[in-house]
Each structure stands twice: as C-alpha cells, then as structure tokens.
C-alpha cells in the first residue's frame, strides 16, 4: 500500500512539473501572431517587434499614415484621402476658402491643394497623389492593421488600432481562436453613444485596475507618470484572457487616439464644425472631387460630428501585415526597405522572437525539462526503496506460501503482478490526483489568466519538442505527449520493481523465513 | 508410508563452525498412524518436520513416503510434494494477515491443484467450529481460532501426512483438547498419518506412539 502510496505520489509530482513544463511552453512558445510582418518606423528590429507584439521597451518612432494606405486596397486609400481632402475645405473655411476661390477659381483639385499646401499642409500636396489607385502592397495584403502607441494607462500600454485587431485577427498556437469578450463587446469605429472614443482592455487590465464596463479611462501621454489627456475613453468591452499580451494593455479607437491633444502632427485650427457648416461644405467638396458620399459607409458618423483627422495630421507606429501567401511575406521586408528609403522598415516578428527565445526562454524551458526528469528519477528511485522496506514482511508471506506447496515460479508471478498491479494503480492514482489538481477551479483560472493556456481534468502535457534534437529516439519522444510516455515507464519501473521482491521470493530460504 | 534412514542435518554457524542437530539412523511411520515427537527445546524437533517436509534439505540420508525419495527431489518437485501429501501446522501458525479465514484455508489448494473448492474449505472451517468467521482476517480472530484456522487449512488439500508442530503451545488446556481432539479426528477419518510435536504431557500421554527424539537422534546422544 504504502508503495502506491509512494507511485502514485511521485507520478502526480512527475505529470504536475510535466504541466507546468507544457504551459509555460504552450505560453512562450510559437504561439502564431496571426499576421506575419510588422511595418513600422527605421530602427531596431527587435525594438519594432517588442513594441507591437508585446507593448514592451521604449517607444519607437512612427511612420506617415500615407504609407500606410500603401498596404491598403483603392476603396479605403481614396475613401481616406478624399476624407482629408474635404476636411481641408473645412478648415479652409475659417480663413482662407473665399479667398482660395477666388484666386484659383474652381478648376479642379491640384489648384486647390496647391493652395491648401501653403497653410494646412506640409510637404505633402494631393495633387500629387493619384487618388483612385490602390495602395501600392495592398493587393499582398491579406489584413494591415495600423497600431499607435505612445500612451499608458497606469503602467498598461495603450494600443490606438482598429476594431479589426479583433475582429479579424485570431490567436493561439495556431491562430484559430477569434477574440472573445467577458463582458462587453468590441469597439466600433464610430458609435452613436461614445462617438470615436470607445475602448477594451485586455483582462489583466480589468482585474487589476478593477474595471468594468461602461467605465471612462484617460490616458497619459508617453509614459506611466506623464501628463494627462483630457479626453476620456468609454470601457466598452473586456477580453477573455488569452495568455497573449494582449491581456496587458488597453485598446482604443484609433480615431479617438488621433484626436486627443498632442496626437495630431499639425492640430487643426478649429476643432468643430458646425453641422450647418459642415454640410454645406461637404457639398462644395463634392463639386470639386465628386467624393462617395461620407454616409453611405454604415461606420461612419453622419455628417456634423467630430471631423476624423485628416491623413497628413496622421501618424502610426506600426502596421500589423498579414500578406496574402506566406511567400510573399518572405520578399517583403527587402522590397519594403527599398521602397522606403530609410522612412520605415519591415520585420518578420517570428524570426525576431525566436531570437529572443533562442537566449531567454530555452535555458528556462531546459531547466524545466532537467527538474521533470530529476522529479522522474527521484520517484522511481523513492519507490523502488519503498517496495525494498516492504521486503521483510513480504519474505515471510513468500516462506507461508512456499511451505504451502507454492513454486517458486508460481510465487514470483504473484508478486511480480503484485507490484506491477500496486505500480499501475497507484500511478493512475497519481495521474488522477494530478490532473484534478489541474481541474481546481482555483489553480485553471490562475493559470489561464495568468497564461491564457487553458488547462483542465483532460489537458495533457504537449509533447516536448525540444527531445526531437536526439538522435534516434528523438523523432519518436519528441512528438507523443510525454504522459503517454509515462505508461510504459511506469510499468517498467513496476516490473523492476516488481522483480527485486520477486527475485528474492525466487531465493528465499522457506524455513529460515517461516521462523518456527 | 514414511520412512527415514541415515538422516543427517547440520547448521552452518555464522563463525563458520558447523552445529550438528540431526542424525537419524531411522525413522518410520506407518500409514494412517498418529504419534507424538517429544523432545527438548533446541534438540531438532522443529528441523526434522522441516526436513521431512522438504522445507529445507537434509545433508545425507534417505527421506521416503510412500516409496519416493524425497531427498533427491528438485526444488520444483518438493514445492508439489508438499502442496499434493503434506499438511503442516506451525508452531507460530503462519497464517497471512491479508486473507480472511477462509481464503488462507484455500490458498494451500490453490497452490496444490491450481484451483480451490469453497465447499471443502467452508466444510473444514465449520468442522473447526469458525463457520461463522469465515471472513474474518487473522488479526481479528483469537489466538485459539487462529489456530484452527492453521488445522483447517493443513488438512484442506487431503495430505498424506500432517505434520503438527507444536499445535496447542498457545492456547488454554480447553482448547488445547478440542484442538487435539480435532485434528486426530480428522486424520483418522481421512486416513491421514500424524507426527504431532508438543510439550504436553496430558497429550501425549493419549498417544499410542511418543518417541523422544533425543531417543532416535545420535546428535542428542554425543553432544548432550
Ligand atoms: N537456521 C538455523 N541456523 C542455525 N541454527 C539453527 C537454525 N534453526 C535452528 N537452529 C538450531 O538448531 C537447533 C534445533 O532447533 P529446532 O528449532 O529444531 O529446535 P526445537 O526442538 O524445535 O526447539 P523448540 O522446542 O524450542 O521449538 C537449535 O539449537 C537451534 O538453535
Ligand atoms: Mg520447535
């Protein structure tokens, strides 16, 4: 007994450490991003990496909007440079517009954005920019998700983006899983409610800063102690955790972003319009670029409210691609440095944090690996003594059976099945208690929160990659689930076990053993 | 039916010397007969019943029942001797704590033909008046019904020869009599011959046959 006891002791300790060995590999591991370029500013590579796929190190520079509506499809560029455009007569309004048209009289865009050019704009000139055409990557761009960062949220990274970035960006080892919600929902592009100013946070945010939804958050500038913005965000959804770092930072809309102070490169002059001005310039914008009407796309707001800041007024810090074809995303980085100039570069984040994990996390997963095996050796040699010091009482019992009329052989099966039954039981014991270690609601909770790997009574440990680097055997340990290892280990152990009593019943002295 | 001749066994010392304690020139029994083995303490009586048991091998000499050597016979061979012709009473009972009353009257069936008959094994049990513990481990049970359950379960397999050491040395002169008294009943009834080892004087004197071993054996002669 006591040495199921003792098996089934060493086999919870063995598929715990093999747990924990499989989250923290599942959780650091090549868990896919579900794109698989970053755009983003010249400068470290690792740096860009850090910044947009972990909200880490210090914050890099940022690029123009325009590139990024390189990496978009002709709809959405024009919608966006007609937008600017329009917005430009806006502003145009309050000081110079009579004065513009009177001095080009309307003869289409490149006069008026000539003159815009001397007061709004900087270098840029849309006459320039040829507003029907796609963005020049976009047709190998799957998905372009622009992030702007910069601000902080107590110590969490706020993420300015799109709704797209869970939308359609899924997680997960491999990236299956769509972006869920514990309360709440996504935020929009534009809401009739919160207008541009709707925003998520990731669930550790939630359980340490105690939000909940509906609850207003401001951001601070730079960094976790800089200044404050006035402009407050509406809590309008909390993710699932998902073990990514995403549970770590807090998400707004990007168009909220951009119009908080300090955000925009070149603040407009007059931060509303009217609705009776503004409307009656969209319609003398339509004179000159026959735009789409604004309200025809169902997210955006209807003419009046807060304008979005126009293009040239916007930067990002990086683009999230996915290319259409893993192919494509191979010759990117080159290509895009080239087109570039110097303005922004192109990184395969995979390849960067493979790097990072080359020198951080295998000689932690390593360690790992050599206590599992420790923990291993240490049970089977535990049980091995335990089932020695049962010898005594058994060499009586074995004399009993023997002066009984028992063969030796007949003896040893016995025993042999014994320990193999007693090693078996208490192992499936030890896998049992292991894994309802694992079931407690207490400890999956902690673990999936804190990792976003779900555990529970049936998750087996992962196969351990890092064996198929053995010769041989490596290709075969390397891709089962290590449990499914330890059955015939464990029965192994259990006839080893087995067969030391055994071996001594085989040889035991039957008078000497039965005292009288 | 048994028959020793020239039986010798000595004991290897931990010094190394060499303690004599059995030369038996000879040695019989004769079917179906019951007798008692007197002796000293320490004078061999425990070592010739394992001898003639095959619990442990005798240096030289003959050991014959039923016209087989024994001596001769492979370890395998005096494991199925002793499970087909032998019934043995310990002097310590030996009974195995993890097994009820009637499983360790069945256990010596179970080795000697690979299988066991409850019926017999209960019809002993009721015959040692333990029906009604039949399920009862051996801790549970008194010395005395501890010991009946040891003369059930030497008779279970129909021996030839029951070999009783000192079957009554822990338990009140009540049941010392109804012990004896059982199993001398039960070796008549089925023709089993007896060698019984006790100290008793009030049992042996029920015996037709008490040898001294000292009588019988040379060592005692020489040594003492
Ligand atoms: N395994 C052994 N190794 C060495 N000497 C032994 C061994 N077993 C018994 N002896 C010795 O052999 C002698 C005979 O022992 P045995 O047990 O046969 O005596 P016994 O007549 O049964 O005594 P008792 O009446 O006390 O049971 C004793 O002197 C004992 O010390
Ligand atoms: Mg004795």
């Known amino acids: 007994m006591l040495t199921a006891l003792s098996m089934a002791l060493g086999v919870m300790l063995v598929v715990l450490v093999l747990a924990i060995h499989g989250v923290v590999a599942e959780s650091f591991g090549t868990w896919n991003l579900g794109y698989n370029l970053i755009v983003g500013a010249k400068g470290g590579s690792l740096q860009l990496t850090l910044n947009s796929v972990y909200y880490l190190s210090r914050p890099v520079e940022n690029i123009s909007y325009e590139y990024y509506l390189e990496f978009v499809g002709a709809e959405e560029r024009s919608r966006a440079l007609q937008h600017s455009i329009r917005s430009h007569i806006h502003d145009a309004q309050w000081d110079t517009i009579e004065a513009t048209m009177s001095a080009f009289p309307g003869d289409g865009l490149g006069s008026l954005a000539g003159a815009l050019a001397t007061d709004t704009l900087r270098a840029q000139d849309y006459s320039e920019l040829d507003l029907d055409r796609g963005g020049k990557f976009g047709q190998f761009t799957a998905l372009a998700i622009p992030l702007c960062l910069g601000d902080y949220y107590g110590q969490f990274r706020v993420v300015g983006t799109t709704p797209d970035l869970f939308g359609k960006l899924t997680y997960g080892p491999s990236a299956d899983r769509p972006y869920e919600f514990t309360a709440g929902r996504n935020f929009k592009h534009w809401d009739e409610e919160h207008s541009y100013f709707e925003a998520v946070v990731g669930s550790t945010v939630a359980r340490e800063k105690k939000l909940s939804v509906g609850d207003e958050i401001a951001s601070t500038h730079g960094d976790p102690e800089g200044e404050g913005h006035g402009q407050k965000f509406t809590l309008v959804g909390i993710l699932k955790p998902t073990g990514t770092p995403n549970d770590r930072a807090v998400f707004i809309n990007m168009e909220g972003f951009y119009l908080m102070e300090d955000h925009a490169l070149d603040p407009p002059k007059e931060d509303e319009a009217s609705a009776e001005d503004a409307s009656g310039f969209a319609g003398m914008a339509g004179g000159f670029v026959e735009p789409e009407p604004e309200d025809e ?203 030391l009593p055994a071996m001594a019943a085989y040889r035991t002295d039957v008078a000497k053993s039965l005292g009288s | 039916m048994l028959q020793l001749e020239n039986l010798k066994k000595s004991y290897r010392e931990p010094d190394g010397g060499i303690l004599p304690v059995l030369d038996v020139p000879n040695f019989a029994v004769v079917e179906g007969e019951q007798m008692v083995l007197l002796g000293r303490s320490g004078c061999g009586k425990t070592t010739l019943l394992h001898v003639i048991a095959g619990l442990s091998r005798a240096d030289t000499g003959l050991i014959k029942l039923d016209g087989y050597d024994i001596s001769g016979l492979s370890e395998a061979g005096r494991d199925r001797y002793r499970a087909a012709k032998l019934g043995y009473v310990f002097q310590t009972f030996n009974l195995l704590a993890g097994f009820s009353a009637l499983e360790n009257v069945q256990l010596g069936m179970t080795f000697a033909r690979g299988k066991y008959q409850v019926a017999r094994a209960k019809e002993l049990l009721d015959r040692v008046g333990l029906s009604d513990r039949a399920h009862h481990k051996p801790n549970a049970l008194s010395v005395g019904q501890q010991q009946r359950v040891a003369v059930a379960r030497a008779l279970a397999n129909q021996p030839r020869l029951l070999l009783a050491d000192e079957p009554t040395a822990n338990v009140d002169p009540a049941n010392q009599q109804n012990t004896i008294d059982l199993i001398r009943q039960t070796c008549s009834d089925e023709k089993i011959a007896l060698i019984l080892v006790t100290h008793a004087t009030e049992v042996s004197d029920q015996f037709d046959r008490v040898d001294r071993l000292e009588e019988i054996n040379q060592v005692g002669v020489t040594s003492h």
């Open chain 1, 297 to 499: 796309h169902d997210d955006e707001p209807p003419t009046g409210e807060k304008e979005r800041l126009p293009v040239e007024q916007r930067q990002v810090t990086a683009i999230l691609l996915r290319t259409v074809n893993p192919m494509v995303a191979v010759g990117m980085p080159r290509t895009i440095a080239r087109d570039a100039q110097g303005r922004a570069q192109c990184v395969m984040p995979i390849r960067e944090i493979n790097g990072l994990f080359v020198i951080f996390v295998s000689p932690i997963q390593r360690a790992l690996l050599g206590i599992t095996a420790l923990v291993c050796l240490v049970s089977g040699i535990s049980i091995l003594v335990s089932i020695y010091n049962s010898m005594s009482d058994r060499k009586h019992e074995i004399a009993v059976m023997r002066a009984l009329g028992a063969s030796r052989g007949t003896v040893m099966t016995v025993i042999l099945l014994e320990s193999v039954l007693l090693s078996v039981g208490g192992g499936a014991l030890g896998w049992i208690g292991a894994h309802s270690v694992m079931a407690l609601p207490a400890v999956s909770h902690a673990v999936e929160g804190r990792t976003g790997v779900p555990i529970g009574f049936l998750s087996f440990a992962p196969p351990i990659e890092t064996l198929i680097e053995y010769p041989i055997i490596g290709p075969i340990i390397g891709n089962i689930p290590p449990e499914l290892m330890l059955i015939p280990a464990l029965i192994a152990l259990a006839v080893a076990v087995g067969f």
